[in-house]
């Protein structure tokens, strides 16, 4: 597979990371390798070493790709492994956690929504314990939701709707945290349930990811990675057909002329039918508005693990349209397969 040493790597147990990927990709640059485990999801119910055993496989295509830095797009495998992750491997690696702290400042009832693995995790346990002793106005809710992962998945694929209120908790929370990857495909249709903010950890995990790149010019070539202030203005591939190399560039031209921020993306197929038919390499080419119209502008995104295919088609959804299921004002649908 003829996928660029040096990218970053990002892992989840299936689709809930393509929210965390979305939000990380302004500004980035880089080849992504996005590794979904679909074929074994949802984790949330497994033992830790199981957990730990997936993770490390992912881990392992990341070593071999010579990652610069991996992304860690799963609550679940951040709070069981994430210590053993940092310890094995060379490069550095950001993971997910619940924004409790965020939720919290605002004091009220606060329910924060995990996979059982999470919920019964010492490493989230102690968050939810170090920040109710910071902020006493806040009322922590621990619930774990031991089906929604499962339902997000499936969901996807088939287009089943989710019966969401008998999958959740009862109650009137204040705000409520997704503290799944998952759940973020939800985000607008929880918020609706309960009829309270929504909080998730994405911006915060892209945060990080461009402040350890910022820092970590021992991991190769020195990046100026530094966020894009606003959000990014949506474009879509009309025809979803991929850009040649020519056409990337004109592209990437004609945007840094109108200074806009955009988004295209399609399969570029490569040489060959066989390539093709393969499809095993998946581009999507990310433009940001950067008075640049160098090749260093796209992020080249690469599926791995079981299920690439629907990883790809489902990240590829989420762009369709409008910007879905990445947080901020505009919530989220879950993309029909
Ligand atoms: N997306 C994951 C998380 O953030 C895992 C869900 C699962 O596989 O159970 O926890």
Not at 173 to 179: K, S
Not at 261 to 276: A, N, P, V
Not at 289 to 310: A, H, P, Y
Request: aromatic share 8%.
């Amino acid at each position: 597979m003829d996928i660029p040493e040096g990218g970053i790597g990002f892992f989840d147990s299936g689709l809930g990371g393509l929210t965390v990927l979305s939000a990380c990709l302004d500004g980035l640059g880089l080849p992504v390798c996005y590794y979904g485990d679909n074929a074994r999801a949802p984790y949330g119910g497994l033992p830790e070493e199981k957990i730990l055993a997936y993770a490390e496989e992912a881990f392992d295509a990341f070593s071999a790709l010579r990652v610069r830095a991996a992304v860690i797009a799963c609550n679940t495998v951040t709070a069981v492994c994430a210590d053993r992750l940092r310890e094995k491997y060379p490069f550095p690696v950001v993971g997910a956690e619940p924004a409790v702290r965020v939720a919290a400042r605002r004091g009220g009832r606060i329910f924060v929504l995990v996979t059982p693995a999470t919920a019964q995790s010492g490493r989230f346990l102690s968050l939810c314990g170090r920040v109710g002793r910071e902020f006493p106005a806040a009322r922590i809710s621990v619930c774990p939701c031991p089906e929604l992962a499962g339902w997000v998945e499936r969901s996807v694929r088939t287009g089943e709707k989710i019966p969401l209120p008998s999958l959740l908790p009862s109650g009137k929370p204040d705000a409520v945290v997704l503290g799944c990857t998952h759940y973020v495909f939800l985000r607008e249709e929880i918020g609706a349930l309960y009829g309270c903010p929504v909080f998730d950890g994405n911006e915060g995990i892209a945060r990080e990811l461009f402040r350890i790149l910022s820092s970590r010019r021992a991991c190769g070539r020195p990046l100026a990675a530094t966020r894009p202030s606003r959000p990014p203005l949506l474009t879509t591939a009309a025809d979803g057909k991929g850009l040649s190399e020519g056409e990337v560039d004109g592209f990437s031209r004609k945007a840094a002329e109108r200074e806009e921020l955009c988004f295209r993306f399609g399969e570029k197929t490569g040489k060959g039918e066989e390539e093709k038919e393969k499809n095993i390499r998946s581009r999507i080419f990310c433009e940001i508005g950067q008075k640049r119209g160098k090749k260093g502008d796209f992020s080249e995104i690469f599926f791995l693990g079981s299920g690439k295919t629907v990883n790809k088609s489902a990240y590829e959804q989420m762009f369709v349209g409008k910007k879905r299921g990445m947080g901020g004002e505009t919530g989220s649908k879950i993309p029909k397969s």
